[in-house]
């Protein structure tokens, strides 16, 4: 577990990264052309989100983003990993959440519906395919064997990831870009292990994302829809417990909590929100952090911004585990970019002025 950013960088990155680059391009270029495909079926269909409500896009827009997705992940894996153990199971979960939740796009289904749907998927992925977190690390390479709570425990994961991807799935472009990032953390952990396989089946992940991200970005041209949050959040759930959570490392799980940490303290707030409230925890409202973030006047790319920023830098920490502890300070200067491109955008409309005329003609 060392630092492969150190003094041989690039030999450590062709080959230890090397092995997703291709995948990656795959998933991206499947996905960017089924895209244009997608919008057309959903126009076809009748599958729109048409604007008003909760809802902030002016426009009909196009639902089945999620398929395209699909798409692109399934193809590279297909291609890249066909004969390995995993790629089955990992391709039937994620597909059965694709598939089943466009049944929530097109009808709007009742939360309690969803709930089920989410279950179903839940429940193949650890009773048909034996996907489970069946222990824990410490410090000092001590393990806890779960026991028979390992089977309630990565039910709680599996949801846990579908419903956090899906109530991040508020702002044009933020699920996408997140997930992208997150898969970019778990594809670093586990070129940091050799864990060739997985690094493929993140850089699948992470180049599904940037390929729909082309079309996703404010102003968005399609939606994912639940179908696709529900994908991304099922995807991420499975990669991640058999990639570096499958490696005797501790705290291996930690790496993509760490990444989604927003988005899981804002879910986690919504439900204690809504039961003080007397409300169903189902329920939607515009309370979430991205909602915060636009009310206090953000644009929808700058929000997107933040959260990129935050989540890689939660990530870059995470990595700090497995070695990587070079990788932070670039993480660290790249949010500062970014916040302070966000700031000045912020200042600029809101028409604030240097009060000193010596600074302002320095300034100019």
Partial sequence: MND?????????????????????????????????????????????????GRHSHSR??????GV?????????????????????????????ATVL?????????????????????????ILVFGFKIAYFGLPGEQFVQLGLLAIPITLVWLMGMQNTVNLLDGVD??????????AVTLMLAAAGLRQVAYVQFAAALAGTCAGFLIFNFHPARIFMGDSGAHFLGAALAVVSIVGVAKVAVAFALVVPVLALALPIVDTAWAIVRRRREGTSVARPDQLHLHHRLQAFGLDPRQTCYAFYAASAMLGA???TLFGHGRILAVVLATSAALASTVAADLLQKAGWRVPFPYLRTLLR
């Fill in 4 to 52: 492969f950013f150190g003094g041989d960088a690039l030999v450590n990155l062709r080959e230890r990264l090397g092995p997703g680059l291709l995948p990656l391009l795959v998933a991206f270029a499947i996905c960017a052309l089924a895209v244009p495909l997608m919008i057309w079926v959903s126009r076809r269909t009748g599958l729109i989100a048409e604007p008003g």
């Fill in 101 to 125: 939740l466009i049944a929530d796009d097109r009808w709007h289904v009742r939360a309690a519906i969803k709930l089920g749907l989410q279950l179903v998927v839940a429940l193949v992925a």
């Fill in 173 to 182: 472009g933020l699920a996408a870009g997140v997930v992208f990032i997150v």
């Fill in 68 to 96: 395209a997705m699909y798409a692109g992940f399934a193809a590279a894996l297909l291609i890249f990993l066909p004969h390995y153990p995993d790629t089955v199971g990992v391709l039937v979960v994620s597909g059965l």
């Fill in 60 to 65: 009909p827009t196009p639902l089945l983003g």
């Fill in 317 to 319: 920490i995470g990595l």
